[in-house]
Nanobody, 125 residues
Framework: QVQLVESGGGLVQAGGSLRLSCAAS????????MGWFRQAPGKEREFVAA????????YYADSVKGRFTIFRDNAKNTVYLQMNSLKPEDTAVYYCAVSTKYDASYRRGWAYDYWGQGTQVTVSS
């Protein structure tokens, strides 16, 4: 069982920045692919970004590419999502997730085994 705790959400004006953090329990963090998803009110959960075990490979949704950066610190069991140039349409609850699967489709929610409780991000116009 892996426990995930997100933090860093909040209210920000359009054009601003936020950094989300997700701390994971356990000793196997460096073996997990990590992902970020989000869900806006009335919408389905959508993929935001994912990062390989070493951090050398990253994946982004087209809607955030060039504005968001995912990175990780395996020594701290933590994955981050740096969000710049935020837009009102980025408003959502953001979730981090753990995948223990090898060579899965990391843009899909089913590839992930454990999820955090979510952190709210609100971008005002």
């Amino acid at each position: 069982q892996v426990q995930l705790v997100e933090s860093g959400g909040g209210l920000v004006q359009a054009g601003g920045s936020l950094r989300l953090s997700c701390a994971a329990s356990g000793r196997s963090f460096s073996t997990y692919v990590m992902g970020w998803f989000r869900q806006a009110p009335g919408k389905e959960r959508e993929f935001v970004a994912a990062i390989s075990t070493s951090g050398g490979v990253t994946y982004y949704a087209d809607s955030v590419k060039g504005r968001f950066t995912i990175f990780r610190d395996n020594a701290k069991n933590t994955v981050y999502l740096q969000m710049n140039s935020l837009k009102p349409e980025d408003t959502a609850v953001y979730y981090c997730a753990v995948s223990t699967k090898y060579d899965a489709s990391y843009r899909r929610g089913w590839a992930y085994d454990y999820w955090g409780q979510g952190t709210q991000v609100t971008v005002s116009s």
